[in-house]
């Protein structure tokens, strides 16, 4: 499975992105899909999760509310749809697939395929 991460770019605070996760090589539809996060200097974190039906998602706290993560099977792709952003949410995004669980999980190491990330900034 290759997933091309797209959407990401430079917003002012309280704006809005809207990122996009296209799977290729496989379909994806009956994976969970999750987005992370990791900004300079930091480790990578969760930020969102959806189960491969999408009946079933989950947020980090620091996100909830804002961001939501929707998917499209019909298109093999996922996105995170980020409002009222925050210089903190500034990070280079990546997608990713979990082949062995239908419902999302928030740990990194269970997912199996990566995007290679784009970069969202957010100027305060």
């Known amino acids: 499975v290759q997933l091309q991460a797209s959407g990401g770019g430079l917003v002012q605070a309280g704006g809005s992105l809207r990122l996009s996760c296209a799977a290729s090589?496989?379909?994806?539809?009956?994976?969970?899909m999750g987005w992370f996060r990791q900004a300079p200097g930091k480790e990578r974190e969760f930020v969102a999760a959806?189960?491969?039906?999408?009946?079933?998602?989950d947020y980090a706290d620091s996100v909830k509310g804002r961001f939501t993560i929707f998917r499209d099977n019909a298109k093999n792709t996922v996105h995170l749809q980020m409002n009222s952003l925050k210089f903190e949410d500034t990070a280079v995004y990546y997608c990713?697939?979990?082949?062995?669980?239908?419902?999302?999980?928030?740990?990194?190491?269970?997912?199996?395929?990566w995007g290679q990330g784009t970069q969202v900034t957010v100027s305060s």
């Open positions: 990713a697939a979990d082949i062995h669980h239908t419902a999302g999980v928030r740990w990194g190491a269970e997912y199996d395929y």
């Open positions: 090589g496989r379909t994806v539809s009956r994976y969970a």
């Open positions: 959806i189960s491969w039906d999408g009946g079933s998602t």
